[in-house]
Structures are given as C-alpha cells and as structure tokens.
C-alpha cells in the first residue's frame, strides 16, 4: 500500500500556472506508474495524465500541450505542471498510484 499526499493546489487567475505534487510513501515508487485525476462539482472524476515507471507519459486531450507530469524517483514524489490554465479546469485534483487514491487538492481558475 503506498500513502499520497498531494499539495500546490490553490487560486489562480485564467492563464497562469499552478505545480502540484505528490508526495508516496513506500520503496517501490520507482517502479510504479502514477496518475493525476480530476474532478469538477457535479461531474464524474476523469483521468489527467499517467507516468510510467520508464518515464513514458500520456495525456487527456483536454490538456495536452498545457500540462506536464513528471517524476522524481529520489524524493518519491510526481508532479503536474499546470500551465495556461483555464476555468474550465477548476476541479480536485487526485494523485493516483496503481493501488491508492491521495485525499485530493482543489485547483480554482477564475476568468
């Protein structure tokens, strides 16, 4: 079982940037891909982005070319870079390991 814990969630004007990240416990981080999800009021949570353990990513066409999920296997931790933000993005963000959901952070983009 791994523990997450996201955090950079916050209030940001349409068109700027937010990093979040997500910090795992556990020793087999490095071997295990990771996800970002999302969730707007009233909406069913839908998938972000993925990281392999290789480093290989996929992106939801809502945000391809905007966002950036990255890793660093030192410090157990996945990041989303979160830039040219829309309202439409205003959602919780989830970190996802193949076993465990993180508690989420909301992300407000005001226009």
């Known amino acids: 079982q791994v523990q997450l814990v996201e955090s950079g969630g916050g209030l940001v004007q349409a068109g700027g940037s937010l990093r979040l990240s997500c910090a795992a416990s556990?020793?087999?981080?490095?071997?295990?891909?990771m996800a970002w999800y999302r969730q707007a009021p009233g909406n069913q949570r839908e998938w972000v982005a993925t990281i392999t353990a290789g480093g290989g990513t996929n992106y939801a066409e809502s945000v391809r070319g905007r966002f950036t999920i990255s890793r660093d296997n030192a410090k157990n931790t996945v990041y989303l870079q979160m830039n040219s933000l829309k309202p439409e993005d205003t959602a919780v963000y989830y970190c996802?390991?193949?076993?465990?959901w993180g508690q989420g952070t909301q992300v407000t983009v005001s226009s």
């Open positions: 556990g020793s087999r981080f490095s071997s295990i891909f």
């Open positions: 996802r390991s193949p076993s465990d």
